[in-house]
């Protein structure tokens, strides 16, 4: 990782290099270091930067080109997901449990869960969602959290950070939810970050990095 630049704790929030820097292997790294504290995290998702590492590495700081979008309007909804949906086997609410939300994507496992969270991502995490950038949908069966996601909004855009599914088509369920409700928010895109065959499955498409940054504002 020698062509990316290293942040230190001490230095200010936005102190990130322009994004235009982000290597193309690994694709989008940008920068690595730094701190996970909630200036920082506010000042890297309006730069179009997020962070994506794993236990034991140092925090390592993203920006792909292109972006993986999915647009709200563009969700695909399987004849199997229809179904769930008008027969209201689940309750979705929002803002209800956000830390049983990111608890339970940081022990799941498998396509759905997108990274894994190490306590230091969950606590960083949980202070955005006390000062209101962050937010959470829950999926519940009955008084049981089968399912939800959690992200961060920016300007126009709601990055989904991870999402998890203990029944079928729970996490599913959490995202229609989030895409229906995205236009009384305020909301035009829901960022992705990263492809995934589960991802496009649901819609979602690549976007230039300039054209999604337009969404930040």
């Known amino acids: 990782m020698k062509n990316i630049t290293w942040l230190q704790p001490g230095d200010p929030p936005a102190a990130f290099p322009p994004v235009e820097r982000a290597l193309d ?10 701190d996970l504290s909630p200036e920082r995290l506010i ?8 962070p994506w590492y794993s236990a034991g590495e140092p925090v390592l700081w993203w920006s792909p080109d292109p972006r993986e979008v999915l647009f709200p309007e563009e969700m695909h909804l399987s004849r199997s ?6 027969r209201g086997k ?16 940081a022990a799941a496992r498998g396509p759905v869960t997108g990274t894994w969270l190490t306590a230091e991502m969950r606590a960083a995490y949980q202070q955005l ?28 855009a709601f990055s989904g950070e991870s999402m998890f599914s203990l ?31 589960h991802l496009r499955s649901l819609g979602s498409r690549p976007l230039p990095r300039a054209e999604f940054l337009r969404y930040l504002i």
């Open 129 to 156: 969602h006390a000062r209101g950038v962050a937010a959470s949908v829950e999926v519940w069966a009955g008084s049981r959290l089968v399912g939800g996601l959690y992200g961060v909004r920016s300007g126009r």
């Open 43 to 50: 000042a890297a998702y309006q730069r179009g930067i997020f």
């Open 81 to 86: 997901l229809q179904r769930v949906l008008r």
């Open 167 to 197: 029944e079928d088509n729970a996490s599913k369920v959490a995202l229609a939810w989030l895409a229906r409700h995205c236009a009384g928010r305020g909301i035009e895109l829901i960022d992705c970050q990263m492809p995934s065959a």
């Open 90 to 105: 689940f309750t979705v609410t929002e803002n209800r449990d956000f830390g049983g939300v990111i608890a339970a994507c």
């Open 25 to 34: 292997e690994p694709g989008g790294l940008l920068a690595a270091g730094g």
